[in-house]
């Protein structure tokens, strides 16, 4: 999948540990490029998504067992926000995306950047430069 993007315009670090002042927040994937710095959460959950933007918890539901866990787009900006003010880069030259690699479907309408596919045109639908 990665290979859809050129190395020329976007480099990735994996797994990424940032210094916080209560620890540390891990991110799963940066990609910086000239059209900003993608912060990538993964999340490997198969079965019904249901999530609300501003709610603490979504809900995954397999073979009729429920289980929540945490809203990734409340996890992912916090990685944002560590990150920029660990870099001193403007919060606004982030790109948060939530991408779900396990065979999902989402019962809940989800913000643009909530993917379950679609990663890579997503990614280079942004193209205005952000970096000169």
Request: proline residues 4%.
């Amino acid at each position: 999948m990665w290979a859809m993007l050129d190395k020329n315009v976007y480099r990735r670090v994996d797994n990424v540990i940032v210094n916080t002042p209560n620890g540390t927040t891990q991110i799963d994937h940066v990609l910086v490029s000239v059209y900003g710095i993608f912060i990538i959460e993964t999340k490997n959950i198969k079965g019904w998504i249901f999530g609300e933007a501003n709610s603490d918890r979504w809900i995954q539901v397999i073979y009729g067992k429920k289980r929540q866990f945490q809203n990734p787009l409340k996890q992912n900006y916090r990685h944002t926000k560590c990150l920029s003010e660990y870099l001193k880069l403007d919060h606004d030259l982030f790109k948060p995306i939530i991408f779900f690699i396990g065979d999902c479907e989402f019962k809940t309408d989800m913000p643009s950047n909530v993917l379950n596919g679609g990663l890579i045109p997503y990614i280079k639908d942004f193209r205005q430069a952000q970096f000169l």
